[in-house]
Nanobody
Framework: QVQLVESGGGLVQAGGSLRLSCVASGSFFSILTMAWYRQAPGKQRELVANADSVKGRFTISMDNARNTVYLQMNNLRPEDTAVYYC???????????????WGQGTQVTVSS
């Protein structure tokens, strides 16, 4: 019913840029929160916005009219290589509780 679909991942050379998009689709009332997480092999999933290493390089923006969150990634480094996941906490119906959803993830690979 509710889907989060990420796009924009791929292979990029160090120093390059990528822009990830995540759109929430389906039947829901309203979005409380959307965010980006990432998980590298053998590491815990982390909130991108809280990662010290991305500060000054990554920018998160939201297009509320399109239920879309973006992650602009500049000056990419090999250590940014990870699966990037979209997260949303939203109301499915008016007056009901919020529910948490995850996208399928999109692979970002940064070569040195």
């Amino acid at each position: 019913q509710v889907q989060l679909v990420e796009s924009g991942g791929g292979l990029v050379q160090a120093g390059g840029s990528l822009r990830l998009s995540c759109v929430a689709s389906g039947s829901f009332f309203s979005i409380l929160t959307m965010a980006w997480y990432r998980q590298a092999p053998g590491k815990q999933r982390e909130l991108v916005a809280n990662a010290d290493s991305v500060k000054g390089r990554f920018t998160i923006s939201m297009d509320n009219a399109r239920n879309t969150v973006y992650l602009q990634m500049n000056n990419l480094r090999p250590e940014d290589t990870a699966v990037y996941y979209c997260y949303a906490n939203l109301w499915v119906v008016r007056g009901g509780p919020t529910f948490q959803y995850w996208g399928q993830g999109t692979q970002v690979t940064v070569s040195s």
